[in-house]
Nanobody
Framework: QVQLVESGGGLVQPGGSLRLSCAAS????????MGWYRQAPGNQRELVAT???????NYADSVKGRFTISRDNAKITVYLQMNSLKPEDTAVYYC???????????WGQGTQVTVSS
């Protein structure tokens, strides 16, 4: 079993910054993709960013240039640095880990990010 524990959400003013963290533990395997997704009320869950074990990143167009995803393979932890936050970034952010071989998906419990003045 795989556990993902997120932290770092909260309330921030427009233009502000937040950093999310997600630590994984359990039977993860050697090859896995990590990423962040978000879901706003009334919307489907959408991709924010992903990162491979080698550091290749992929971003949603809406966050390019503002968000940065990174990971620490030794700690099995993924981070999301969010700058220049906008009200439309308000959502529950979910950490994801995908085992590349089995293609099993694991999800964190979600952390609320609210951007409001």
């Amino acid at each position: 079993q795989v556990q993902l524990v997120e932290s770092g959400g909260g309330l921030v003013q427009p233009g502000g910054s937040l950093r999310l963290s997600c630590a994984a533990s359990g039977s993860i395997g050697r090859l896995y993709l990590m990423g962040w997704y978000r879901q706003a009320p009334g919307n489907q869950r959408e991709l924010v960013a992903t990162i491979t074990g080698g550091g290749t990143t992929n971003y949603a167009d809406s966050v390019k240039g503002r968000f940065t995803i990174s990971r620490d393979n030794a700690k099995i932890t993924v981070y999301l640095q969010m700058n220049s936050l906008k009200p439309e970034d308000t959502a529950v952010y979910y950490c994801n880990l995908r085992n590349v071989i089995s293609r099993n998906d694991y999800w964190g419990q979600g952390t609320q990010v609210t951007v409001s003045s």
